[in-house]
Each structure stands twice: as C-alpha cells, then as structure tokens.
C-alpha cells in the first residue's frame, strides 16, 4: 500500500519499538503532535511534564528529521485537526499509540468517528502497556481488583514479545502542511514565570536516547542490587526511568526485555523490579476498567470522609516545611528534582492524608504539576492507595511514622542533609527528630527551631489518634482485602 498515512505521536514519543510508526514506515508518512489542553481539561500535563514535553518533542523532531519525515507540530482540539489533516493529506489512515485516559478515549472515539465519516479510519496499536487491560481478566471474566492475582496473571501470559526495531529511513508526504515552531507552543519556558526549573536538566535528558541511556545506566550498575537498594531515598537504587516510561521514549518491553537479558534465567531474581513494572500495568488496568479512578475513592463509603482541608496545613506540606525532615527533604525533592524517591512518596502523601486530613486529590493535583513523571493511572491509583480508597489499599490503620521511617530507610542521613541543609550538622541521633534534640545539641548544629527551621505541624501520635478515629468512624476496616500488597515493601 503506497497511500499516504498520519502518524499521531501522544505518548509514545520514541522510534524504536513502536507498533504504530513500525505499521507504516514503509508508506509516505507524516508524523504529528497535537497540544490539546482543551480536550485533557484538568488533567493536560502540568507544568513540570511540560518542562520535560518541550525537549522530548525537540527529540523526536530531530530523530526523525534525521531519518526523512519531519515532525509536524499543531496545537488545537485533536478531534478536529487530526481529521481535517488526514483529508488534506489524503491519508486513508491514522495510526497512534492506545490512550487510557478517560478523556482521551472519549477523544479517540470521536476522532475515529469523524475519520471514518471522512472514508478514513484510526487505528490504535498497544505502544505503552506489555498488556491491554481488557485483556487481562479474572478467571470469571471480570477485571482484576487486587494486585498479586492481577500480577500472575499477567507472568502467566508468558514474556512480552521482542521489541520492534527503529526504521532506517522514513518517506515523507508530498505536500506537508505548516505547523507550529516548539517555541510557539508555549510549553516552557512560560513568559514571567521564574526558572524553576534549573536544576532539571542536571538529572534528565528527556527524549528517546536519554532514555536508552538511562536503562543503561540502570543495567550496568543499580539493577543487580534493586532489591536491597530501591527503598534508600539517598542512593541511586532504581532506574529513574518513570518520566521516560510516561511520555513513551522507551516502552515497558524494551525495559522488560532489557533488564531480562541482564539478568537471564529464573524470572525470580528480575521479580523485584519487574514487579515494580507490574504496579505501573495494574494502575494503568485501574483506570481502564474504573475510569472514576483520578476523581473519586474507588471504596464508596471514602466519598463521606472527613477531610479538613486547610490552606495554611497544605501550604507547609508543599514547601517542605512540616517539621517532619524526611518529609520535607522528599518534598524539597520533588521541588528541585520534579521527581521524588517512591518511599518518600509514601511517606509524604501518608502525613498529608492521615495525620493532616487533607483530601488526597489535594496531593494528586500538586503532584500532577510538580511531578516529571506525573501519570493519571500511576499517580491516582497511588494517591487512592496511601488513602485507603483504593481497591487494593494501604490497610487503614497503616499511618506511616515519619521519624520511624526516616531512621529506618535514610539511616546515614545523607538524603535529609542532601535537601535540608540547614539540619545538615544535626547528629543523626536527632537528624529524624529535631524537636527533641538537646538545646546545646540544637544550638551546636547553628538550628533555632521555629526560626531555622519548623517545629512538627502535628504531633504524631496526635496525628495518628486522630486519622484512626477518622476511618474508624468510616467503618472501612472490613472491606480491606485480605491480599494486600505494597508497591514498594
Ligand atoms: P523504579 O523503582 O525503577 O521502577 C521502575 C518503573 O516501575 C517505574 O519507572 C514506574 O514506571 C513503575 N513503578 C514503580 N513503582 C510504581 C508504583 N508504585 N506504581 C506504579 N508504577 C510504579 N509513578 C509515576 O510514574 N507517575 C506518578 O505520577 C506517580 N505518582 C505517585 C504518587 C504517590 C503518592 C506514590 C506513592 C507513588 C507514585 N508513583 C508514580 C509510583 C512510583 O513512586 C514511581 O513510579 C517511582 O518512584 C519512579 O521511580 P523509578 O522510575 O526510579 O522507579
């Protein structure tokens, strides 16, 4: 077939291992990509993601450049542009990655429908999962509302199929429209806004081969100890790849495949990260199969809990000023890094909605802005989790101990001193627990509490007694299934 064919690049912004681009590489092609914040509404990506999305876009657009078919960028409702340039074209064809986005489905299939009134068509290929959700189901044919089972089932699918290669070269269409420039699409830097974004560029290089560089930094160093090391905030125990895994520049199969002939034989030994890789599928099979996922709990008795949202409280959660220093070193993380350590996560989404009582969609949304990886399926899903909302929850009455968890996972101190550095000279006797300290302790360490540095927003057993009570009065202790599992045990 020598027809002209669209290729609509969302979230699967690489060139190796695409089923889509791979489908049609041989035909004249125009790849494009469409920044349609009108049709995601609250979910278009914030505004770390779109820190990241303006250099991955430059990525592709010279990697595919190189290679012949230029990448066209537009910006606009993708339900009208994308028909409107598949009939300029005279493309009988549009390919892209699949979307489980709500949003994104519901635009899917009036995209697909005003293609095919236009004697066109839309095909989707599976470019971001190893599994379509609709197609890992139960033994009674329902989807899966519990981690492990949903696990082995998808291990007992058997190994992903071999990833595909990039295309040599890539035949361009006649006659391609005009597009925008990147710079035009505003995504960053935003005009008035400060660079908040410096430290960036120091850990990430977005786009595709920023992420193959990045698996091979994974494969060649933290992978073969993963299982001792990913829950040590201050070591580069795992791979960093979710901001890549987001935005597509490498595919789950890719990693998967990766990290297997890294470690060949008995799945066993792979188990701890792949695992990891599992809990990206089963939130991604949440919200495929619960599309309410990113806005209400999934246990309908949570829609009557009693939140107490307060401003000032979520303020000093965001600023990584709780008084709690592994919860304001993740936050401080978050902040500088756009990514944050997934114990930390935790953690801190656990202070925010159990001893604080804020709403966890407060938490999302913030996480959604400042995130590099920011994802609808992987943050709710979370989010939901640390609340207990979930469908595979943190049991209730798990209300994680900030000072407990700090001495437990960031012992030496060093991931604290790292980004709270004015407790840097602390004794790690009391680096966890500051308000506790000695005063010469306090005064030998140059720290005034209250001035340097804040004491505790809430006393933790307070805190806890308090968010017990809250679920308590719920009644949720007896729908917790029994096989509860922890992404990051
Ligand atoms: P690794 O440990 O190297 O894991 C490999 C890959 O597995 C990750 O890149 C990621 O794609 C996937 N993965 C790992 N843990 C999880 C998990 N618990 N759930 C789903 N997928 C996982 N992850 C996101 O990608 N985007 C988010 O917006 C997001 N929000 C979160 C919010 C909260 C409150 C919590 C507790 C976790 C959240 N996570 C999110 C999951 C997890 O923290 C990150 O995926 C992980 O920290 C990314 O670091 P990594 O790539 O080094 O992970």
Redesign the pocket.
């Known amino acids: 077939m020598d027809s002209p064919a669209l290729l609509w690049f969302r979230q699967d912004l690489r060139l190796a291992d695409n089923p889509a681009l791979h489908a049609v590489a041989d035909r004249p092609l125009l790849p494009v990509f469409v920044l349609d914040d009108a049709a995601a509404g609250a979910w278009a990506p914030g505004a770390a993601s779109r820190w990241w999305l303006h250099r991955s876009l430059d990525a592709l657009g010279r990697d595919l450049a190189a290679r012949g078919a230029p990448l066209l960028l537009l910006r606009g409702r993708a339900e009208i542009v994308i028909p409107a340039l598949a009939s300029a074209i005279g493309a009988t064809e549009v390919l892209a990655g699949r979307l489980y986005q709500p949003w994104a489905r519901e635009r899917d299939r009036r995209t697909g429908e005003a293609l095919e009134a236009a004697g066109s068509r839309l095909r989707l290929a599976t470019s971001s999962l190893l599994r379509e959700p609709a197609r890992v189901m139960s033994g009674s044919g329902k989807p899966y509302a519990v981690y492990t089972p949903f696990a082995k089932a998808v291990a007992a699918m058997g190994e992903p199929d071999l990833p595909l290669p990039a295309p040599a070269r890539l035949r361009p269409v006649a006659a391609p429209p005009p597009g925008e420039t990147l710079d035009s699409l505003g995504l960053y830097p935003v005009p008035g806004e400060p660079d908040w974004a410096a430290e960036f560029p120091v850990l990430w290089t977005p786009g595709e081969a920023g992420a193959q560089a990045r698996l091979a930094r ?1 494969i060649a160093g933290p992978v073969a100890g993963y299982a001792a090391q ?1 829950n040590a905030p201050g070591t580069e125990g ?5 901001p890549h ?2 935005w597509g520049e490498v595919s789950p199969r890719q990693v998967w495949h990766a990290v297997r002939e890294a470690q060949p034989g008995e799945i066993a030994q792979s188990w701890p ?1 792949l695992s ?2 599992l ?2 599928e089963f ?1 991604y099979h949440l919200l495929w199969h619960r599309p309410e996922l990113p806005e209400r709990p999934l246990r309908g008795r949570f829609a009557g809990f009693p939140w107490q949202p307060d401003a000032a409280l979520l303020q000093a959660w965001q600023r990584g000023r709780t008084g709690y220093p592994i919860v304001d070193a993740g936050m401080r993380q978050l902040w500088r890094h756009g ?4 114990r930390v ?2 953690i801190t ?1 656990s202070l925010l909605v159990k001893h604080l009582l804020q709403p966890w969609q407060a ?2 949304a913030f ?2 802005d400042t ?1 590099v ?3 609808l399926a ?2 709710s ?3 939901q ?2 609340a207990g909302s979930g469908s595979d929850a943190a049991p209730y009455f798990r209300v994680f101990n900030p000072v407990l968890q700090g001495e437990k996972f960031d012992a030496g101190g060093g991931y604290v001193r790292r980004f709270v550095p004015e407790l840097a000279k602390l004794p790690d006797k009391w680096l966890h627990r500051p308000w506790e300290a000695p005063p010469e302790v306090l005064r030998g360490a140059g720290v005034t509490l209250g001035r340097d540095y804040p004491r505790p927003v809430v006393d933790h057993a307070a805190g806890r007694a308090r968010a017990l009570a809250a679920f308590a009065a719920l009644g949720t202790s007896d729908d917790v299934p029994e096989d509860v599992a922890e ?2 045990a």
């Open positions: 994974f990913r795992t791979s960093g790849l979710s895994l987001h990260f990891e890789v809990w990206r939130s990514w944050m350590h997934n996560r935790m989404a938490g999302a996480f959604w995130l990886d920011a994802d992987s943050n899903a979370s989010w989790w640390v992404p990051a």
